[in-house]
């Protein structure tokens, strides 16, 4: 069976990485500073300031003015 293709970028990244394994504990400092966060440290998400209020469209209706309650 043939070999898979492997990029020569690829093929680059391997042979540095191998080269440098110092990289690749950088890599992992760098990704836990970031990415691999405990449920307690991540920041809190923003409240929406867009969700609508309960029912959907009680702000489109305003109530009458006294002079439009006596013509009704």
Excluded: C
């Excluded at 680059?12 to 400092?29: A, C, G």
């Excluded at 300031?49 to 439009?68: C, I, M, N, V, W």
């Amino acid at each position: 069976m043939a070999e898979a293709y492997e990029s020569d970028l690829t093929q680059f990244m391997r042979q540095y990485l191998s080269n440098h394994p110092e990289e690749v504990e950088s890599q992992k400092k760098g990704r836990a500073i970031w990415w691999d966060k405990a449920g307690a440290e991540r920041t809190p998400p923003a409240p929406p300031r867009h969700a609508p209020k309960a029912g959907g469209a009680e702000y489109t209706f305003q109530p009458l003015s006294e002079k439009d309650q006596e013509n009704t």
